[in-house]
Structure formats: structure tokens, C-alpha cells
């Protein structure tokens, strides 16, 4: 199996070193990924300057491609460009933080298993639920793992991919995997006001994560709960009942 690993954290975050890792016991491991941290980039690409690719042998297993550009672009470049033949798999992590209910319209992690999706690869996309405290990405590893070689076995429909979510917990205190679908994140006291040393005013985007109400089945809810949430996404954002009311509205 061909797996390529990307991330939005950067190729020399620690996610994608514990994901490498684990996946060379499975497969053949290439790494394509942004030479910086470009987490919250979306599904971004460049295309006003140019991409630069440097081969990158890092320690092993991270050998690959460090590149110049988003996590999007980075699958775009390695499918379409850098690599002899297209990989059976693209998955995106482990990001350090969670990428939950609509967060992953934002995510440059889970955009980056999208690209893979959208070229008709299986992809997947892995994150921690740590942050400030204290984590390890082992376990979210061995999650990875797992789910790449049942996807091998049993192959997920063309253009969907699975968003994981692995609570920062001891592999004995996870309660197990939770089938999910994607909740709603909201937050407040989004953007302080501040002042540079010339007395302009700038803002700094930051806040916290309002409560807000989620469905028992929901991801956010499942990894509150302890459990290791596998929401399926597809990319087709058409709303179909909508697109069937605005049929019979006289135009
Ligand atoms: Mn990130």
C-alpha cells in the first residue's frame, strides 16, 4: 500500500512524525507537506507565487517533499506532479488540536485529506484533542492505523473521506470508536482589539469555544465522551431539499 502523509502543522510538527511512524508498518510512506505551520488555511491554494518542493529525507520514516505552499497544495503537487503513480491512500495528521464539528471548514488537515478525496483517493484525517495540556500522539497513532487498514479492506465510496478525532487519553481509559456526524462549533470574544508601537489599531482572531447544544451522536460529543470519533464526509455541499423547494418557486 502507498500512503501519503500530509499535514497543516508542518513537516517538522510531531503529529506527522508519530503518524509516519506507525503507517511504515503497513505500507510504503511518503511524506508531502508544508515546510511552516499553516494550520487554519482551508482548503487554500497558491497560485500567485511560486511553489517551491525540496526532496526531504528527514529522519526516518519522513521522506517526502517539503513544500512551499498550503496542505492543499501539497496533495495537489505530490498526486499530480511528484509522484510516479498516485497513492492508495492520503492521510493528513495527526493534527495537534482537534478538528471538530464545523471547525473542519477551516482545517487545513482535513482540506488536505479533501484534495486527496477530490483527485478519487481514499483519504483520511486525524487529530488529537490537545492542546495547552500535556499530549502524546501514540495512541491517536495507533487509531490511524487501524482505520487505514479497514479502509484497505473495505473501501470507502469515491469522494468521501473519514474525519477522526482522538480524545488525548491513555489507549486503556478510550472507550472505543464512535460512528459520528459533525457538530456545531461556535465561539465567542472572537477579536481583540490592540494597539502596534506606531498607535494603530490591529486584531488578533482568537476566543474560546461556546457551549453549545450537540447531538448525542455528534463528534464533539463523542470525544468529550472519551471515544474516538470517525465522522464520514462527502464533498458534494449541495442542499437537496433546498435545491427541490427552489424548483417549484416561480423564477
Ligand atoms: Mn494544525
Not at 492542546?131 to 479497514?150: C, G, I, M, S
Not at 470525544?223 to 431539499?241: A, F, H, K
Amino acid at each position: 500500500m502507498r500512503i501519503l502523509v500530509t499535514n497543516d502543522d508542518g513537516i517538522h510538527a510531531a503529529g506527522i512524525a508519530a503518524l509516519a511512524k506507525e503507517l511504515t508498518e503497513i505500507g510504503e510512506v511518503m511524506v508531502a507537506a508544508p515546510d511552516t505551520e499553516k494550520s487554519a488555511t482551508s482548503q487554500a491554494i497558491t497560485v500567485h507565487q511560486p511553489i517551491r518542493v525540496d526532496r526531504y529525507c528527514g529522519a526516518q520514516p519522513l521522506q517526502g517533499w517539503r513544500i512551499g505552499g498550503t496542505p492543499t497544495d501539497c496533495v495537489k503537487i505530490a498526486v499530480e506532479a511528484l509522484m510516479e503513480e498516485p497513492p492508495d491512500i492520503v492521510v493528513s495528521g495527526i493534527n495537534h488540536g482537534p478538528n471538530l464539528g464545523t471547525d473542519v471548514l477551516y482545517s487545513g488537515t482535513v482540506s488536505a485529506a479533501i484534495e486527496g478525496a477530490l483527485h478519487g483517493i481514499p483519504a483520511i484525517a486525524v487529530s488529537l484533542d490537545a492542546w495547552q495540556e500535556e499530549y502524546d500522539f501514540t495512541v491517536a497513532a495507533q487509531y490511524a492505523r487501524k482505520v487505514v487498514e479497514r479502509v484497505s479492506r473495505e473501501p470507502i465510496p469515491a469522494h468521501t473521506l473519514l474525519n477522526i478525532n482522538v480524545p488525548n487519553l491513555a489507549a486503556q481509559e478510550i472507550k472505543g470508536i464512535a460512528v459520528t456526524r459533525l457538530g456545531v462549533r461556535q465561539y465567542e470574544n472572537v477579536f481583540e482589539q490592540r494597539q502596534d508601537p506606531r498607535g494603530r489599531h490591529y486584531y488578533w482572531m482568537g476566543g474560546k469555544v461556546a457551549h453549545t447544544e450537540n447531538a448525542p451522536d455528534s463528534d464533539i460529543v463523542a470525544v468529550q465522551q472519551g471515544y474516538v470519533s470517525i465522522t464520514p464526509i462527502q464533498l458534494d455541499l449541495t442542499d437537496e431539499s433546498l435545491r427541490q423547494q427552489l424548483q417549484t418557486w416561480s423564477w
